[in-house]
């Protein structure tokens, strides 16, 4: 036996992905005592993430890449690190990791593992015959060779444990509320004049986002008479196969109405200029952080019904939800919003209540703790 302190090892494909989404959970790690080791490809965030305690290990893997002979270089070079570092406990974060790395943890011997499923995509949200054999494929994979009996999971809604077959009420499913947000970040600001009324998309600028769709349906208030501004805020993702390209970008900010101003770190700055923030979101979130930035600032949240935004979002309470896919439903949303400003205002104030009732960083560091406390109680 050694005096080691007992440790914590985060798996995730990126180190900005790691930054964006999950330093309250290194934060929550290092409140337990635990050392806490991050493996990433990294890029620009390693600062950031040792900012909070975390040691940083990089780990070059292409995550576009399907070929096997990647695929097992990534599975044999995870063994090693784990084999080396020998964690207390291993969280994978994404799929990618949760199965490269589940798969790694396995043969490294290592049995208590964290899943973090942050969302399904495409598998979340579709119905059709293509998604249930791939939903029969993962829970094939996640729950038959990468389970074990201190396997534990971490979801962001109550949609997705269902979608592997897992009760999200069982005694191995924990669910928070997103990454959460720190509401002190994010003041109230008093709502900008009305008319027009100003929406910001703050995402990735993908295609699965739903991007084209906010557009189009700006598009068609606008040819109804609707006043209304969009803006886009966000990059391409060059390593994404649903980028939108950033010519398609500009060329949408050439029409009336509509203005890509690319990304930003002023968060805050965007919801003080704003009305409502919108996500018509295609494919199924863990739960959007983008929601949870507008909601706690104040903002009418506009979304669409796919797992992780209807977590979030209760129809006419904190904004509207309209059906994925539907420019001409997103249209008619948009309509209504921009006839009543006192109904705005109304959801605005209630979504910032509902992130402070349990969606803040706070709650999710907190409830992470809890499960980390229990697979540590399991161990000998």
Sequence with gaps: MTDRPRSVLFLVTEDWFFASHFLPMARAAREMGLAVTVVARVRAHREVIEATGARVLAL????RSMSPLAILRTVGTMRRVLAEERPDIVHAIALRSIVLGGLAARLAGIAARVYALTGLGFLGARR??????ARAGLRLVIRGGLEGRSTHYLFENDDDPRLIG????????????GAGVEPGDYPVA???P???LKIAVVARMLWSKGIDLAVEAVRRARARGVAVELSLFGAPDPDNPKAVPEATLRQWSDEPGIAWRGPTRDIAGVWREHHVCCLPSRGGEGLP??????????????TTDVPGCRALVRDGIEGLVVPPDDAAALAEAIAQLAADPQRV???GAAARARVLDGFTERHVMDGLKDLYRRMLDERP
Excluded at 128 to 133: G, K, P
């Design 190 to 192: 008093p709502l900008p």
């Design 289 to 302: 952080r983008t929601l949870l930035e507008g909601a706690v600032s104040g903002r009418a949240v506009l």
């Design 128 to 133: 059709d015959a293509s998604a249930r054999v």
């Design 166 to 177: 897992l009760d999200p009420r069982a005694p191995n499913v924990t669910i928070v509320g």
């Design 194 to 196: 009305q008319p027009p």
């Design 60 to 63: 070059e893997a292409d995550r």
């Design 345 to 347: 205002a109304a959801m």
